[in-house]
């Protein structure tokens, strides 16, 4: 299982600032908590950690290899990836749809399954 390194996180959207310097280490095998207030930068800082958008400053390791930043699809070929509070995408999915979409098993043309 990946160790994740967060360093110097900053993302500004406007004149707001949501990260400013967060830094972070996630060990393998262990269960984490991030807490905090509303607007405390939680929801920023895990879509940074996991690719979903780039953060403006810092960085983010699986493994002391760098991950580019905003880049989802290296993140999850990395090993990294959440299962949001409140689904954001498919509401209409299952509990274990939702933690493998964009995941699922491929077969057939393209991928599609069709034979």
Not at 20 to 37: C, K, N, Q, T, W
Not at 90 to 98: D, G, I, K, P, R
Request: aromatic share 4%.
């Amino acid at each position: 299982m990946p160790t994740l390194r967060a360093r110097g996180l900053r993302k500004v959207y406007g004149d707001c600032v949501s990260l400013d310097g967060a830094s972070l280490d996630l060990a393998p095998g262990r269960v984490h908590a991030l807490v905090g207030e509303n607007g405390a930068g939680k929801s920023t800082l895990i879509r940074c950690l996991c690719g979903l958008v780039a953060a403006d400053a810092g960085s983010v390791a699986v493994d002391e290899v760098e991950l580019a930043p905003g880049d989802l699809r290296a993140s999850l070929a990395a090993g990294v990836g959440v299962v949001h509070q409140h689904f954001m995408l498919a509401e209409a999915l299952t509990v274990a749809e939702n933690v493998v979409l964009g995941a699922e098993p491929r077969r057939g043309l393209f991928g599609w399954g069709l034979d």
